[in-house]
């Protein structure tokens, strides 16, 4: 962003004997912050939680899923993200999650997205009230965001899901040239949580799930993505269309990591301003 380097846009302040921490973004907005939180029983099931301070907390919680392949990639690969995010929403609790990176003796589905469920039970119990979820990814956790927003939303939990170049039909034949795409056809999705005839690639789809109740979507793609090709956006946007499900979509100039630089990175934090104000006018 254009904006003063990172490390002068915030002072981390340590509150003696605690583990809790206060993060002073510009523009007067403090966050009580807390680091690699457990939020359930496996050792990879943390998060880092920010909380505002000095202000009427919102009732809304953004989790923030990484990407990666779904085998690779930390949280903190979008903590700068995060942390611009927070300007624009000062009032929002803010969850950055890692989660159960998948290998070759351990199938990403159903563990990472039973651990974005368990990082939604522990937020309920955290903060002692039912919040209403925003889930936001980039790549595999755009995925994963759409994914368990789609199929798993009965209780209209989550009011939104932010999607940075996430793959979301796997079966796409421009996605298929994906150059780990042999991990996707072997190792994405243990075959015993397949209960239709369907193959493992379209259960895995976020597309497939989507119903006329499904989230709010806002996506975004890079006009010049090698890994997840743009026609992933129209395919999303006509079952999305199809449905009647509010949704917004956008390109930008650049390749799969594009949206995180300038100017493209303000765009999307702006657009995602504008599409969360606007569901909360409706």
Known sequence: ?????????FVILFLSGC?????????????SFQNDVAYGKYPEEKLDLYLPKNAKQNKEVFIIIHGGGWRAGKKSDLTFFTRSLMEKFPHHVFANIEYRLASKDRFALPNQTEDIRDAMLFLEKELKYKPQFILLGNSAGAHL???????????????AVVNIVGPADLSDKSFTTYTDYSFVENHLIDPKIIDTPLSKEKFASPVYWIRKTSAPTLSFYGTRDPIVPVSQMKILDSALNYYHVQHQSYEFTGDHMGWMRAPNDEFLIQKISEFIKNLNQK
């Open 19 to 31: 583990r809790e921490k206060t993060l002073k973004l510009q523009n007067d907005i403090s966050f």
């Open 145 to 159: 965001s759409m994914l368990y927003a789609y199929q798993f939303n009965e209780n209209q939990k989550i009011k």
């Open 1 to 9: 962003m254009k904006k003063l380097p990172f490390l002068f846009l």
